[in-house]
């Protein structure tokens, strides 16, 4: 029977490094509360979970994969995040929707790098904490050695729930169990441990168990949503999914101790956008006002566009009215459906807590608020990486340009880390993604949806030009062909101001050597090479501009004079000037295991990079902080994953432009006028 209320739903994310285990985990959900007939598999292409053409080909998850279980009376809606790192949207998407973030960890593989990023970005979310180790029953691992790394790395509120039995063959809850038999570690020193923890989040219980009262268990039941709440134990789950070793003892967890919606922190919404704008917690009341947030858009080859939406307050029916962000206009929520893997099954009503999709939702965004109310209201959702990995297309056919650009947008829509925009100064539609896979991928969704192909090419730098020293310039612009000419002459002045300030175009003209209403045209000129550079065609800024001096003719003097006047001497004086280019130089902090740092440092000083700091991690892992020009590291998804094995993981942002060192200016210098000749 479908959950009426908060208190019957529970939401969880399936989150970790690719090659885990999540999918199968999923599957095999599936198939014990009946979903399915048969145990589905990633290998053979019969999972649920990794329907698509490109997942079954790669087999692995590329995007989020929602549905949902009935089990001992409560619904589990669960979303299956894809695990590679260039695909890591889709995992922040699903932190997003749900209140509890289940780390799949390989008993074989250990604690990987996605797996760190993603814990730590859902505690920084505010999500409580699970982690199920899988593969249990596979050779060669040591259970009692990654144990031991889980808690250095996760910290010591990370508790065995159960530990594995029989060579992974079973598991023992260590909750209701304070004796018995496992493949390692002590059952009664576990769930001593475990009852430790569970206390110290309730003053009640903690009074009760320093007195050395007995706790009775449902007690410390109803106590163990709060602690995971609280943070003080984030339990541990083993399991061998594609054998269904401990996944009914997952499920029976999920249902029996993690929080429900109504026991999680609220979440609140913001009446604007400003720093100072009005707060409010949002309880999950099924008898509310109707609130709800887009955390996921998505497109269903059947239905179209589809915002996966988690109800925050209220019940929602098809007639029920909403209004999005600060927007007066409502309309009707139409359509409602409960997302099962690739199936869409349309429902009459939700209530808070629940998740669902909404069809037919073309002005949703991701992160978009809908509300009944009339006040305005703004949510945040984990911030995404900025995608820094970048190339240049163009189609393959002609005239699909039109066609390429409305598949890009819908595609950005999908995928918070996929941006595609037109480069007005290269005149390139460049494509940025979080790796090389990832942009690989998108573009294989573009070939399969929408029949459209690129071709591609690295894109180019967007080096920018300025000037190092104070200089004048002159021009006189004259032209006569015969009844009323043309003339204009400008004496003009250019220095550099500082880094980042931009432009700026003054006058210093005394008396009427130009009349006034002539400086427009002068300041256009001027604009014209700001806009295409005067050195190696890359727009130009923090330059200041003084006109100085001039003349005009009463007759022959216009507009289109001094605006080539302008230009003209503007090109003098740059010449003069010292002009230089300028490179974008970003900011790096690059992840890797504390081995690698020594190659990490030694590749990036070869690219020219400077390192800024590093920080040691739990797990004996490193944080490089750098700064890197980059044209030199733009790229670097591919090389750190040859330096470190695929162990490694970086984010990049743009910090600032700086002056590219004179070698390498001249060379592209030398580049920009040997295409110059081509295009002639």
């Known amino acids: 029977m479908p959950a009426s209320k908060p208190q019957d739903f529970r939401n969880i994310a399936l989150l970790g490094h690719g090659g885990a285990g999540k999918t199968a985990l999923g599957d095999s959900m599936l198939h014990l509360s009946g979903v399915s007939g048969r145990l589905g598999s990633v290998q053979d292409g ?38 590679y790192p260039d695909f890591i949207g889709g995992a922040i998407c699903a932190i997003g929707g749900v209140d509890v973030a289940v780390l799949v960890i390989s008993a074989t593989s250990g604690i990987e790098v996605n797996t760190r990023r993603l814990f730590k970005t859902a505690m920084e979310f505010g999500l409580p904490r699970a982690i199920v180790v899988n593969k249990i029953d596979s050779d060669n691992t040591d259970l009692a050695s990654l144990m031991e790394q889980i808690n250095e790395t996760f910290g010591p509120a990370c508790k065995a729930l159960n530990l594995p039995t029989g060579s992974g063959s079973g598991v023992i809850d260590c909750f209701r169990n304070d004796s018995g038999e ?53 339990p541990v789950l083993f399991a061998s999914a594609r054998n269904e070793v401990g996944v009914k003892e997952f499920m029976d967890a999920v249902v029996n101790f993690f ?38 858009i998505t497109t269903d080859p059947f239905v179209g566009k589809l915002a996966w939406v988690r109800v925050l307050r209220g019940t929602v029916q098809p007639d029920t009215m909403y209004a999005l962000r600060d927007e007066k206009k409502t309309a009707k929520i139409g359509h409602l459906f409960k997302i099962q893997g690739k199936e869409t099954n349309e429902v009459k009503q939700a209530v808070a807590g629940d998740i ?63 941006h595609a925009e037109r480069d007005a100064q290269t005149g390139e539609t460049v494509i940025s993604g979080i790796g090389d896979l990832h942009l690989r991928v998108m573009l294989t969704k573009m070939k399969e949806r929408f029949d459209l192909e690129v071709e591609t090419k690295p894109p180019k730098i ?63 000129g001027v604009r014209d090479v700001m806009e295409k550079g005067a050195v190696a065609g890359y727009r130009m800024q ?29 090109i003098d004086a740059i010449r003069k000037a010292k002009p230089s280019l300028l490179e974008p130089i970003v900011d790096m902090e690059i992840s890797v295991p504390a081995s690698y740092m020594g190659d990490i440092a030694s590749d990036l000083a070869s690219r020219r990079g400077r390192i800024q700091g590093q920080e040691m991690l739990p797990g004996n892992m490193c944080v490089v902080k750098a700064q890197a020009p980059l044209a030199e590291v733009m790229m670097y998804n591919s090389q750190l994953r040859s330096v470190t094995g695929g162990q490694g993981s970086y984010t990049m942002e743009l910090s600032h432009f700086e002056p590219v060192p004179g070698n390498v200016q001249q060379q592209i210098i030398a580049a920009a006028q040997q295409a110059k000749e081509e295009e002639k």
């Open 46 to 83: 019969t999972s649920l979970l990794d329907f698509t053409d490109i997942a079954k080909e790669r087999q692995h998850s590329v995007d989020p994969v929602l549905f949902h279980v009935e089990h001992d009376g409560k619904t589990l809606n669960a979303i299956d995040a894809p695990g």
């Open 259 to 296: 929080p429900s919606p109504a026991d999680v922190k609220p979440r609140s919404v913001r009446n604007g956008t400003d720093d100072d704008a009005g707060e409010v917690e949002l309880s999950a009341d099924a008898s509310g006002n109707f609130v709800s947030q887009a955390f996921k």
């Open 542 to 570: 923090d330059i200041r501009v003084a006109v100085t001096d001039g003349k005009h003719h009463p007759v022959d003097s216009k507009e289109v004079a001094f605006r080539a006047a302008g230009k003209f001497a503007f």
């Open 356 to 418: 669902i999709a909404l069809a037919k939702v073309e002005e949703i965004q991701k992160g978009d608020v809908l509300h009944a109310d009339a006040e305005a209201m703004f949510a945040t959702l984990p911030p995404s990486p900025t995608p820094m990995y970048s190339l240049a297309v163009t189609p393959k056919s002609r005239g699909d340009e039109q066609k390429i650009s409305e598949a890009l947008h819908k595609l950005c829509e999908e995928d918070p880390t996929f």
């Open 462 to 524: 967007p080096y920018r030009e300025t000037i190092l020293m104070k200089a004048d310039g002159h021009h006189r612009h004259k032209k006569q062909t015969g009844g009323a000419g043309q003339f204009g002459e400008v004496y003009l002045r250019v220095e550099p101001m500082e880094r980042g300030s931009g432009f700026e175009f003054v006058s210093e003209l005394f008396g009427e050597s130009i009349p006034r209403q002539f400086l427009p045209a002068i300041e256009k």
């Open 182 to 234: 496992s493949d390692f570690g002590d059952v009664a020193e576990t769930h001593q441990q475990l009852v430790e923890n569970i206390i110290e989040s309730d003053e009640e219980l903690m009074e009760a168990y320093l007195a050395e009262e007995e706790v009775p268990p449902e007690k410390l039941s109803s106590a163990f949503a709060k602690a995971m709440v609280e943070g003080t134990v984030i």
